[in-house]
Structure formats: C-alpha cells, structure tokens
C-alpha cells in the first residue's frame, strides 16, 4: 500500500506521526523507511549507545520497520 502525508516530507520525528497516519500504518505487515534523513528522523537524532536495541528506540511505531541507509563511498 502507498500512502501520501504531508508527514513524510514534513521535518517532524517519527514519534510525532499523526494519529490519522499511526491508524494507517497499523494495518501494515511493514513499514519500510529509506535514506539518512528519514533514519535520523526514527531516532531523533541523537546518539544512541551502541548496545541499544532499535526495537526499543521505535517502540512508538504501530507495525514492524526496515531502514534502508545507504552510506556514501569517497
């Protein structure tokens, strides 16, 4: 399924998702999130300590998660 928000291109955390949207995302088997904008967005950007689970982290999301992040080769 495919949704438009004005939340994905909006630059509020992740944990700020409307209800309207949380509601949505609910009936999803997974959430796929892509890019290092939207990864900081998941986690607030800030350091997390290396040993901290991500599912802690997301607990806020209402459907299992991937993150795609690409890094940059020099």
Avoid: G, Q
Wanted: glycine share 0%; aromatic share 12%; net charge neutral.
């Amino acid at each position: 399924m495919l949704s438009e928000d004005y939340f994905w291109t909006s630059p509020l955390a992740f944990w700020e998702i409307p209800n309207s949207l949380k509601n949505e995302l609910a009936e999803a088997n997974l959430i796929l999130v892509k890019r290092d904008a939207n990864y900081r967005r998941l986690l607030c950007d800030r350091y997390w300590h290396s040993t901290t689970n991500i599912a802690d982290i997301v607990c806020y999301l209402p459907a299992p998660m991937v993150a795609l992040v690409v890094k940059n080769r020099v």
